[in-house]
Nanobody, 121 residues
Framework: QVQLVESGGGLVQPGGSLRLSCAAS????????MGWFRQAPGNQREWVAS???????NYTDSVKGRFTISRDNAKNTMYLQMNSLKPEDTAVYYC???????????????WGQGTQVTVSS
């Protein structure tokens, strides 16, 4: 019905940059809040950043000043620009979206399948 697909992960050296994308498709009437989460091996999934439909953003303290979340509402796509990457940023990154489906106008929470980000020299 609704799918979220992440892309853009990979291996990068410390201090490097990556840009993640999350594209939503399917029976979408509208998308409310969107966000990025990450899960490192042995850890619980943690919230990284979120962006409302109007563009207001929030970040966890550990990524403030290094990561930038953005979205293109016309394309139902969200981005995460990650700069000055550190080894501790290594994790599987998941996108999340609160989507109002076209069939019922009800809002549901959806997750992507995840994309691996590895920061290592």
């Amino acid at each position: 019905q609704v799918q979220l697909v992440e892309s853009g992960g990979g291996l990068v050296q410390p201090g490097g940059s990556l840009r993640l994308s999350c594209a939503a498709s399917g029976s979408i009437f509208g998308i409310n809040i969107m966000g990025w989460f990450r899960q490192a091996p042995g850890n619980q999934r943690e919230w990284v950043a979120s962006i409302a439909s109007g563009g207001s953003t929030n970040y966890t303290d550990s990524v403030k000043g290094r990561f930038t979340i953005s979205r293109d509402n016309a394309k139902n796509t969200m981005y995460l620009q990650m700069n000055s990457l550190k080894p501790e940023d290594t994790a599987v990154y998941y996108c999340n979206a609160r989507v109002r489906v076209a069939s019922s106008y009800q809002a549901y929470n959806y997750w992507g399948q995840g994309t691996q980000v590895t920061v290592s020299s």
